[in-house]
Nanobody
Framework: QVQLVESGGGSVQAGGSLRLSCVSSGYTSSIDSLGWFRQLAGKEREGVAVIYTAEGGAYYADSVKGRFTISQDNAKNTVYLRMNSLKPEDTAMYYC?????????????????WGQGTQVTVSS
């Protein structure tokens, strides 16, 4: 089992920045990908950014390329999502996820572990 705990969400004005953090614990050797998804009520969960921890590569949704950066600190078992130039359409619940062999582009159905979510609200 892998446990994921997110933090760092909040409210910000358009153009502002936030950094989300996700601390993983448990059987982390069973996973090779960590990422962030977001979801609005009644909508499908969308992959935002994923880091492939073994290879070091990353995936970004087109809507966030150039604005968001995913990174990891292995010593702290933490993955970060730095979000710059935030837009109102970035408003959503953001979830940290972990999995193995999740594919590229990553599918949410390939991630077996999820955090509880952290809300990000961007006002215009």
């Amino acid at each position: 089992q892998v446990q994921l705990v997110e933090s760092g969400g909040g409210s910000v004005q358009a153009g502002g920045s936030l950094r989300l953090s996700c601390v993983s614990s448990g059987y982390t050797s069973s996973i090779d990908s960590l990422g962030w998804f977001r979801q609005l009520a009644g909508k499908e969960r969308e992959g935002v950014a994923v880091i492939y921890t073994a290879e070091g590569g990353a995936y970004y949704a087109d809507s966030v390329k150039g604005r968001f950066t995913i990174s990891q600190d292995n010593a702290k078992n933490t993955v970060y999502l730095r979000m710059n130039s935030l837009k109102p359409e970035d408003t959503a619940m953001y979830y940290c996820a972990a999995g193995r062999w999740v594919g590229y582009p990553p599918s949410q159905y390939s991630f077996g572990y999820w955090g509880q979510g952290t809300q990000v609200t961007v006002s215009s």
